[in-house]
Structures are given as C-alpha cells and as structure tokens.
C-alpha cells in the first residue's frame, strides 16, 4: 500500500502526509471471514488488495482532484439467467481504459484490472451491479508534469435495480459544445466531464431530462453519457461523430440490429420517427421528445431493449462470449 494513502500509524513519507485532522486509513486488520467482511460494509480495490470502502480518504493534494488527472470506466454486471452473474464486454471497458491511462502515462494493467473487478464484484456479493474503476494521478506535484506523481487504481461496485427503460425522457439542445476530439480525445478522461456536467446542469434547469451536444455545423454527437440512435422508415441510424465516445453499447447495438452508422444532423433528428440512447448505464433508453417535440414512437427502441437485456444476461448464446463470469 503506498504511504500516502495509506494508515497514519505509519511513517510519514509524504508532505500530506503532515496534513492533521484526515483521517488516512486502510482497513488495519482485515476481516477473516466474507461475513465478517460484509458486516463492516462494501469492500472496494486499492492498489492491490481489498479494502473496506469507507476506511480510504485521499490526501487533498491529490492531483486528479485538482486537474481531473484520471481516467474511469463505468461497467455492469448482470445476473444472468444461469443463477450465476457476468461482467459485461469487460475486455472492451479495460481496453479503453488503458487507452486512457497510457496518455496520461499511467501503467494499467488489464490483467490486474480484470481480476480486481471480480474480486469485488465476489467480495460485496454484487450480481446487478455498476461496476467503477478509476486510475489516476495521486501526489508528489503539484505542477503539470504527472511523471513523478504516485499513480493509483481502485474498483468500486454498487449494486443496481433493475433499470426499466421506456421512461418518459426529456432531451434538450445543449448550447454547449463537446470536448472537440482536437483537444480531449474521446476516452474517459476524469477532467473531459466536466464539458457532461456543464451540459447537464443547464439541461435540468431547462427542465430537460438529459442533453444533447450538437457541432457548429449542426451534426449531432451524443448525449452527455450516452450514445444516440434514430429510427426512420424503418431503418436504424446510429449516429456518427469524432468527438463522440466509441461506446461499447453502442458497437453491441451496432452489431445486433445491423443498424447503419452515419453522420446525422439535427433536422433529421428532429423529423426521425423514434430516437433511443445508449449507453453502459442507460442501457437502452427510449427518447420521449427532443426540445419538446415528442416522437411518435419507441417501439423499435422498447424492442431493441428487450434483445439488449436477453445478450447482458446470457440469454443468447450466440453472444455469450460478451460475458465474463464473476
Ligand atoms: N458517451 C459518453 C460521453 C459516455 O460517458 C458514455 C458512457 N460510458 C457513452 C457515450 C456510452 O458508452 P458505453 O456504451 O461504452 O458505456
């Protein structure tokens, strides 16, 4: 366990370490059984081992906290229809997260990073879940440079109901551009989101659900976490753009429904028959209007759902491969 975030009991090896009045602990003595385990709550991985979530404080000089100097990946699990459960396209989420890190010159290792999900996923007994891992830039500087800085890697998991697509969503315009892939490329950088959190923020202010990023020459992008697909004539679009997240769900949903992936401009968005989102934590989402304009239909959308959820929770053997099973 690295020093500086690790059980004050030991040798300060680090100026936050001097920081009085945080409380920096790792579990000191951990639980000798998986009751004695989940008695002192949901466990998590840290660098290594797994700890009690609760028993981890980052020193406040951590540079991910000042200039979002990580890189996250959001993933599910799902109990599947064997009574067992399976982290899905897991392979696909470390890739792009090792994309990510290696920019920042983070060392991320896939392997480790598999098994620390599974070991959390087991540990918290978690079938339904949402599965958080995060890389980042502890301390050391607290200039631009991240080469000297300690680096560090956790996976959190929280469980999730079952999320019941088909509510009654409410997209808006954003009068924000995305990150252009020019300056941030489309990975999960930590400090990228701040552009989603904007776009949000003013989303539900407008009394929107969720937003919609479109460029200055009014093609569409994504939403502020999710992918966008339209339906019109029957056909399925799933939109095109460079500064758009490559979305794991969405590339699921590509090859499922055989939709066709192309540039989409605001018009046609707005004249399609059906528009749905997708996305690891949206899943399949059906839209109910864009700036107010309701669509006529999700029917193409409820059904793209549905065979969505049969994949995600083994139902289809033909892409049981997808799945990993915890
Ligand atoms: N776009 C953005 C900006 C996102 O954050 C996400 C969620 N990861 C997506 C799209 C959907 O990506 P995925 O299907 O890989 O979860």
Redesign the pocket.
Known sequence: MKLDYANPSQEPAHPCADFQGTAVSVNPSPPETADAARAEGPQLWFDGELVVADSLRAPLTTHALHYGSGVF??IRSYATVDGGAAVFRLS??LA?MHKGAALLGIAFDIAEATQATLAVLRANQHRDAYVRPLTWCGTGSIGLDVASLTKHMMVATFPTGVHLTGGNVKLGVSSWRRNPATSLP?L?LCGA?VN?ILAKAEAKANGFDEALFVDERGHVV??????VFMVKDGDIVAVEHAD?????????LLELTRATSRTVTLEELRDADEVFV?????EVTPIASLDGRRFDSDDVGREVARIYQRVVRGEDAQHRSWLTNV
Do not use: F, M, V
Request: glycine share 14%; net charge negative; proline share 7%.
């Open positions: 990946e959001g696909e989420h792009r489309p999960k989101y989603s994504e939403c502020t976490g999710a992918n758009a997240l490559p979305g794991i769900t969405r590339d699921t997708c996305g690891t934590a949206a």
